[in-house]
């Protein structure tokens, strides 16, 4: 497998957005090192590597460090061209789009559907779920004209980089109904993305990295929980 020693990656197992990278060097059949990393207390290589934002994920490629997820995509997808599947388009319209819905699912859809199941109040959260419906609903429009009549997946016949991008957030998905009673891609309302999210899940370089929805399920409890006390806590104070 290419990759090897040359590439490291920062990262901690429950990120949708470490996930993103781990699904690109999946299906692109690269090898890394995964260095984990624990953001309570962060590892002088993370802090080093990510001076600006001290987040995770980042790739290392020769020594040299690539931060924020979709700039970590689109990197493995240039330096490693010709290697695996292609993830953006040739087409430089066809490539624009698909970096406007993958820039859509970060700027819009996940702070509603944060808001839905982590905001503050009972308004808060009712009008995140009434904007996570409307963002939902435009992704699946999008489903529908980036793929093509009755293509599986946003880069058409095969997984593209919107695919990848949206696949990240699979597992929380997953597990969102049970955590907060949300089904983010309900089969009735958005039935294509319903479709796609079993589609995508189903193969077989994606089930090599998705992480257990169980463990997803008891990591989503116990932030809730550290949140619900460090709230509690800021109300005694005031």
Known sequence: MAGGDDLKLLGLWASPYVLRVK???SLKGLSYENVEEDLRDKSELLLKSNPVHQKVPVLIHGGKPICESQVI????DEAFAGTGPSLLPADPYERAVARFWAAYIDDKMLPAWNQSTMGKTEEERAEGKKQSVVTVETLEGALRDCGGQGKPF??????GYVDV?????????RASEELHGVRPFDPERTPLLAAWSERFGALDAVQTVMPD???????????MARLAAA????????
């Open 73 to 76: 995509l689109q990197y493995i």
């Open 231 to 238: 709230a509690a806590a800021g109300a005694s104070n005031n």
């Open 23 to 25: 699904l690109a060097l």
């Open 213 to 223: 929805v169980g463990r997803l399920l008891e990591f989503g409890k116990a932030l």
């Open 165 to 173: 991008v949206l696949g990240g957030l699979l597992g929380w998905v």
């Open 154 to 159: 946003f880069g058409g016949d095969s997984v």
